[in-house]
């Protein structure tokens, strides 16, 4: 059988068990026909297959994302002034201030999450008078995790709060000694709030959306992410704020595989959602690119734990097991399986006896239920969700949080928050996500990282080694075991004959490089069922899926493009992490070919025994750093 693409001369780690590595694989209709040497796929060359050679380069399994809040983010990404990866507050300014000049009335400039002031240089968020001199007219809106916004006084004018509104439940805005607004929102611990003062702001057309999804998704693919499971959100209506992605799922314009569950939006109405849409929406329906996957992560309102480590935790209402057993049970008797969001052992310790409960009459076997984050999820707890059949998607939070919950709770507590190893090691179903854009950036190389490195974005290290996960079992953590989650086991996940053609190739050797360059891989390669959708460097020819420019020509997407201001490699890109990394490298002398950029150098895959003297023999000076 003649391929469609043939990609050889490459270092392929497959994921396969039976067949862990290869130097070769063949496409046909979007899945892999062979996977091994290069002679035996090469054998199925055609006249019209096109071939890419590999040029020696490590190839992965795409990424699958357990916990993105994609639909949601592409409506807006193309509104929001990304700060992901940004190393210093005064770059972080400058795009502030340039993205005030270029934004027009009456639209606001946003920075909503994906950022941690600890990963700041100056360990500090702007104060409201830094923002009040940036824009005095343009309304600001910057989101900092899920415990606090800053708003400037035109973004205080624009959504209407005075001396007269009052605090609602859960939230607080904070006032000076007159009692008028300062700017500060925080969430005690609720983080409505911040949603809904959010959702004040204005919205881009339909056609916009619909370009700034696709920019979401090209973000997406650079950084080689294949798949993801929408959980999703707050403001998140269903069907009505997925008709974008529904628009391109039917103009087969999608590039990232994509499995969404149903988010309740209605307090003490949970019960009346999930009634009306067992009845209208099918577990399943879609196709491999867009699919049902059941319930959550919110399924009722007083089950639901913000993750704000700033506050004391939050005990859930004595309503919370009726509530929570009158959706599980409509669930459980649909045969839809769900995801709940659950902070803390304690309100998952409190779930489980809804569910035990529930299992006694409606057997939960079979059902791909799991819990989301699991924090402080105990020992205890884990063993009765391995019970029952149950998994737990975890994701990087604490990497963005991780200094706040040590100054709570210490550091003792926090060397297996969450319990990752553990959590394989006692067999329960365990994968891994990010939970952007808003309490984590998107960027599932730095989730990658903290798995491996145990060290936060600000550079705490919270997880010792022995709680680390080895990088196959991380990368496995982000493809095979995510498929579980979707009930798409052996589908995709790996580089195997039959299996889906989603695959990356990164611009480095994750197996090979530093652990400190981790978080800023991105790919050069990115293949979603056989079609490129990304290509860079090498590949940037094989490109086929390049988007139209974003809309609207203000949109910050024009000028930053994404994570660590990428767009701006000499302006406020300048000290993302690599660029940061590099410049504090410690050596007296920077290389003539890789500059300080030594310790990739160093990991780069060279077809010589001495890589050093190899490199010293082109002119390389990092042989002698």
């Given at each position: 059988?003649?391929?469609?693409?043939?990609?050889?001369?490459?270092?392929?780690?497959?994921?396969?068990?039976?067949?862990?590595?290869?130097?070769?694989?063949?496409?046909?209709?979007?899945?892999?026909?062979?996977?091994?040497?290069?002679?035996e796929?090469?054998?199925?060359?055609g006249?019209?297959?096109?071939?890419?050679?590999?040029?020696?380069?490590?190839?992965?399994?795409?990424?699958?994302?357990?916990?993105?809040?994609?639909?949601?983010?592409?409506?807006?990404?193309?509104?929001?002034l990304?700060?992901?990866?940004?190393?210093?507050l005064?770059?972080?300014?400058s795009?502030?201030?340039r993205?005030v000049?270029?934004t027009?009335p009456?639209?606001?400039?946003?920075?909503v999450?994906?950022?941690?002031e600890?990963?700041?240089?100056?360990?500090?968020?702007?104060t409201i008078?830094?923002?009040?001199?940036?824009?005095?007219?343009t309304?600001?809106?910057i989101?900092?995790?899920?415990?606090?916004a800053?708003?400037?006084?035109?973004?205080?004018?624009?959504?209407?709060?005075?001396?007269?509104?009052?605090?609602?439940?859960?939230?607080?805005?904070?006032?000076?000694a007159?009692?008028n607004?300062?700017?500060?929102?925080?969430?005690?611990?609720?983080?409505?709030?911040?949603?809904?003062?959010?959702?004040?702001?204005?919205?881009?057309?339909?056609?916009?959306?619909?370009?700034?999804?696709?920019?979401?998704?090209?973000?997406?693919n650079?950084?080689?992410v294949?798949?993801?499971?929408d959980?999703?959100?707050?403001?998140?209506?269903y069907?009505?704020?997925?008709?974008?992605?529904?628009?391109?799922?039917d103009?087969n314009?999608?590039t990232?595989?994509?499995a969404?569950?149903?988010?309740?939006?209605?307090?003490?109405?949970?019960?009346?959602?999930?009634?009306?849409?067992?009845?209208?929406?099918?577990?399943?329906?879609?196709?491999?690119?867009?699919?049902?996957?059941?319930a959550?992560?919110?399924?009722?309102?007083?089950?639901?734990?913000?993750?704000d480590?700033r506050?004391?935790?939050?005990?859930?209402?004595?309503?919370?097991?009726?509530?929570?057993?009158?959706v599980?049970?409509?669930?459980?008797?649909n045969?839809?399986?769900w995801?709940?969001?659950?902070?803390?052992?304690?309100?998952?310790?409190?779930?489980?006896?809804?569910?035990?409960k529930?299992?006694?009459?409606?057997?939960?076997t079979?059902?791909?239920?799991?819990?989301d984050?699991?924090e402080?999820?105990?020992?205890?707890?884990?063993?009765r969700?391995?019970?029952?059949?149950?998994?737990?998607?975890?994701?990087?939070?604490?990497?963005?949080q991780?200094?706040?919950?040590?100054?709570?709770?210490?550091?003792?507590?926090?060397?297996?928050?969450?319990?990752?190893?553990?959590?394989?090691?006692?067999?329960?179903?365990?994968s891994a996500?990010?939970d952007?854009?808003?309490?984590?950036?998107?960027?599932?190389?730095?989730a990658?990282?903290?798995?491996?490195?145990?060290?936060?974005?600000?550079?705490?290290?919270?997880?010792?080694q022995?709680?680390?996960l080895?990088?196959?079992?991380?990368?496995?953590m982000?493809?095979?075991?995510?498929?579980?989650?979707?009930?798409?086991?052996?589908?995709?996940?790996?580089?195997?004959?039959?299996?889906?053609?989603?695959?990356?190739?990164?611009d480095?050797?994750?197996f090979?490089?530093?652990?400190d360059?981790?978080s800023?891989?991105?790919?050069?390669?990115?293949?979603v069922?056989?079609?490129?959708?990304?290509?860079?460097?090498?590949?940037?020819?094989?490109?086929?899926?390049?988007?139209?420019p974003?809309m609207?020509?203000?949109s910050?997407?024009?000028t930053?493009?994404?994570y660590?201001?990428?767009?701006?490699p000499?302006?406020?890109?300048?000290?993302?992490?690599?660029?940061?990394a590099?410049?504090?490298?410690?050596?007296?002398?920077?290389?003539?070919?890789?500059g300080?950029?030594?310790?990739?150098?160093?990991?780069?895959?060279?077809?010589?025994?001495?890589?050093?003297?190899?490199?010293g023999a082109?002119?390389?000076?990092?042989?002698?750093?």
């Amino acid at each position: 059988m003649s391929a469609d693409l043939i990609l050889h001369s490459g270092l392929i780690t497959t994921l396969d068990r039976g067949n862990p590595a290869a130097s070769a694989v063949a496409i046909k209709d979007g899945r892999f026909l062979a996977v091994g040497r290069e002679a035996e796929v090469m054998a199925h060359a055609g006249p019209d297959t096109k071939i890419v050679d590999l040029k020696g380069k490590r190839v992965l399994p795409g990424l699958i994302d357990n916990h993105l809040h994609i639909i949601r983010g592409g409506l807006n990404f193309n509104m929001e002034l990304r700060w992901d990866g940004v190393r210093s507050l005064a770059d972080a300014m400058s795009m502030l201030k340039r993205q005030v000049a270029v934004t027009p009335p009456p639209q606001w400039v946003r920075v909503v999450g994906g950022f941690t002031e600890h990963q700041f240089a100056e360990k500090r968020l702007p104060t409201i008078e830094e923002l009040n001199a940036v824009a005095p007219d343009t309304p600001i809106f910057i989101l900092h995790l899920y415990d606090r916004a800053l708003l400037n006084g035109a973004a205080l004018r624009a959504v209407g709060y005075t001396k007269d509104t009052p605090n609602p439940p859960g939230g607080e805005i904070t006032r000076d000694a007159s009692g008028n607004p300062t700017g500060l929102l925080l969430a005690r611990p609720n983080a409505n709030i911040l949603y809904a003062t959010l959702a004040k702001g204005p919205k881009l057309p339909f056609d916009y959306q619909v370009n700034s999804t696709r920019h979401f998704m090209r973000e997406l693919n650079r950084l080689g992410v294949t798949g993801a499971i929408d959980a999703g959100g707050g403001y998140q209506n269903y069907p009505d704020d997925y008709a974008v992605i529904q628009k391109l799922a039917d103009e087969n314009q999608l590039t990232i595989r994509l499995a969404y569950n149903l988010f309740t939006q209605k307090p003490k109405q949970e019960k009346e959602d999930f009634l009306n849409w067992t009845k209208t929406s099918k577990y399943k329906q879609g196709d491999d690119y867009f699919r049902h996957n059941g319930a959550g992560e919110m399924l009722v309102f007083s089950a639901a734990d913000f993750e704000d480590f700033r506050e004391p935790r939050p005990d859930m209402p004595p309503e919370m097991e009726g509530d929570l057993e009158g959706v599980v049970r409509i669930l459980a008797e649909n045969r839809w399986p769900w995801r709940l969001h659950a902070t803390y052992d304690e309100t998952i310790s409190r779930a489980l006896d809804v569910f035990e409960k529930v299992d006694k009459d409606i057997p939960l076997t079979g059902l791909n239920w799991f819990f989301d984050h699991a924090e402080t999820i105990s020992e205890r707890s884990i063993d009765r969700i391995a019970a029952l059949g149950g998994g737990v998607a975890v994701q990087h939070r604490m990497a963005y949080q991780g200094e706040y919950f040590v100054e709570r709770y210490g550091a003792a507590a926090a060397e297996a928050t969450p319990p990752v190893a553990r959590l394989l090691e006692k067999g329960v179903k365990t994968s891994a996500g990010t939970d952007a854009t808003r309490v984590a950036s998107y960027n599932p190389w730095v989730a990658l990282a903290w798995l491996v490195t145990g060290k936060t974005v600000g550079g705490l290290r919270l997880t010792p080694q022995r709680n680390c996960l080895d990088r196959e079992t991380a990368l496995r953590m982000w493809t095979e075991n995510v498929t579980w989650f979707s009930n798409e086991e052996g589908k995709k996940g790996r580089i195997a004959v039959g299996q889906f053609a989603d695959l990356i190739v990164p611009d480095r050797d994750f197996f090979a490089c530093p652990e400190d360059e981790i978080s800023f891989i991105t790919a050069d390669l990115t293949i979603v069922g056989g079609r490129i959708v990304y290509g860079a460097r090498d590949f940037a020819s094989t490109d086929e899926s390049t988007p139209p420019p974003a809309m609207p020509d203000w949109s910050p997407v024009r000028t930053f493009k994404g994570y660590g201001a990428w767009g701006e490699p000499d302006g406020a890109g300048k000290n993302s992490l690599r660029r940061t990394a590099m410049t504090n490298c410690g050596c007296a002398n920077s290389c003539g070919v890789h500059g300080h950029d030594h310790a990739s150098a160093w990991s780069s895959k060279l077809p010589v025994a001495d890589l050093r003297s190899f490199w010293g023999a082109l002119g390389c000076a990092c042989w002698a750093v």
